[in-house]
Nanobody
Framework: QVQLVESGGGLVQPGGTLRLACTAS????????IGWFRQAPGKEREGVSY????????YYADSVKGRFTVSRDSAKDTAYLQMDSLKPEDTAVYYC???????????????????WGQGTQVTVSS
C-alpha cells in the first residue's frame, strides 16, 4: 500500500522551530522528488519547498527562503522540512507529495504529483 505520512507538526511560538518528516512506504522513494506544500484556511495550497530524487537540487518559496531547509534520507525513505524562525503567517496544514517525473512547476498546486500525504497542522502563535 502506497503511503506518505507527515509528522512533526504542532503549536509553536513565533521565532520557534519545528521539523516535519515525510515518510514513504509502498514505492521506491529514492526515485521520487518530494514537494512540500501548505494550505491555510481560505487560501489556495502553495508550494513551500522541493527536493529532487538525488537530493542535490532544492527550491524554496520566497516566503520561506533562509528560514526553511529541505532534506532527505533515502535510506530511511524520509524527507524533512526544517522550519526555523517561524512566523504566524506560516500557520497552515503542511503536506508532502512525491513525483517521479517532471510534471510542471514544482510549486504549482495544479502540478501533478503521484502521491500525497494527509497533512500535518502547524500553528505559530503566542
Amino acid at each position: 500500500q502506497v503511503q506518505l505520512v507527515e509528522s512533526g507538526g504542532g503549536l509553536v511560538q513565533p521565532g520557534g522551530t519545528l521539523r516535519l518528516a515525510c515518510t514513504a512506504s509502498g514505492f521506491l522513494f529514492k526515485h521520487y522528488g518530494i514537494g512540500w506544500f501548505r494550505q491555510a484556511p481560505g487560501k489556495e495550497r502553495e508550494g513551500v519547498s522541493y527536493i529532487n530524487s538525488l537530493g542535490d537540487t532544492v527550491y524554496y518559496a520566497d516566503s520561506v527562503k533562509g528560514r526553511f531547509t529541505v532534506s532527505r534520507d533515502s535510506a530511511k525513505d524520509t524527507a524533512y522540512l526544517q522550519m526555523d524562525s517561524l512566523k504566524p503567517e506560516d500557520t497552515a496544514v503542511y503536506y508532502c507529495a512525491a513525483r517521479k517525473y517532471y510534471s510542471g512547476d514544482w510549486y504549482s498546486p495544479r502540478t501533478l504529483y503521484d502521491y500525497w500525504g494527509q497533512g500535518t497542522q502547524v500553528t505559530v502563535s503566542s
